[in-house]
């Protein structure tokens, strides 16, 4: 391809409050586009949705970073990622990836997560309850991540005391913006968590429980199924992807009701629409943009373009989720949309493993909030609701106001 890379702005305000214009004119280009994404790093934009599908699911795009031409994507990484960190399933391929799924599949299944739903209910209840008198929130800080954090600790067995400080630290591990953030907090971070994570293995090997990490030590210490690393780099995983794609679901959910007041009446009028309507929050601006990250491990041709050995290759389910050949209209949020198959979870055997947890806490989240929160509306102007600047996209604050006591 001869054209110039095109900068994806994340410094610009405007974008990053509503990237989808440039995500169009993107797509309408063509199927792959060069880009520069953050850190000025490039990568190839798979823009449409079909080829979006079949790129998440060949064998010849590899998850491992290290599979990356560029090394500044190496060099821009953690220390402690570098070091340890590396063996996730996030960034693993088979075999080592059909191991490391395997061994946490069983918590994640319909079957198991449909359990938790009465304890989901009662920590979504205990948050509203505590700001319902008041009138006003908001719902990110006091309601859309300390709900996740709450089921994910859970999951794992964390300690009550101790989630603050995971959720801190995990923060300034993603931290992201125009420029890279400032390495040294962000490897402060990483040290922290990965000390942290050490820590909580050797309590749960002193005294085991029902959760899941203590399962996970099971496999590690009697049968031998994953190595020491391993283990950690999966406890960070589930800590950390556990818990912000699904606030972003949460947070980014009540934003787009309450900028489309005609859905979110047809919603509050007729909650057995909840299911479909999560699905079309996550098509229609979900909580990973542009997309998700492949290396090329051989030359490759993608929608007749050919991409090189090494090169990053961006799966932009945002950009393809809004592609008018698989979706019509597909700029109009519509929580009735039938054959809503977006690609915010992925495809293949990277497919989010953690999808019918997110499912069902953003149900029961949204569907909660809207019925204890009577009158909900933005307290702020629209254009005033801060958003994350890049790869994870979800309002960082959304100060609201309702009738109170609901």
Known sequence: ????PVLLPYGDPAFVADPFPLYRQLREDGPVRRVVIAGALEAWLVTRYE????ALSDSRLS???????????????PDTERESMLGNMLRSDPPDH??????VSKAFTARRVA????RIQAVTDRLLDAVVADGRADLIEDFALPLPVTVISELLGVPVDERHEFQHWTDRMIMRGAEPPDPAVVNEAWRHMRGYAGELIGAKRAEPG???LSALITARDEEARLS?????AMVFLLLAAGYITTVNLIGGGIAMLLAHPDQLDRLRSDPGLLPGAIEEFLRFDGPVSPGIARFAREDVEIAGVRVPRGATVLIGSAVADRDPERFPDPDRLDITRPDNAHLAFGHGIHYCLGAPLARLEGQIAIGTALRRLPGLALAVPPAEIPWRPGGLRGPL????????GG
Not at 397 to 404: A, K, Q, R, Y
């Open 1 to 4: 391809m001869s054209e110039q």
């Open 51 to 54: 080829d979006g599908l079949a």
């Open 63 to 77: 998850s491992d970073v290290r599979d990356a031409a560029d090394i500044r994507l190496l060099q821009q990484l």
């Open 98 to 103: 059909t191991r490391l799924r395997r061994l």
């Open 115 to 118: 359990q938790m739903r009465p």
């Open 210 to 212: 029902e959760d899941l």
């Open 228 to 232: 020491e690393d391993e283990l950690v």
């Open 397 to 404: 604050t959304l100060p609201v106001t309702f009738t109170p």
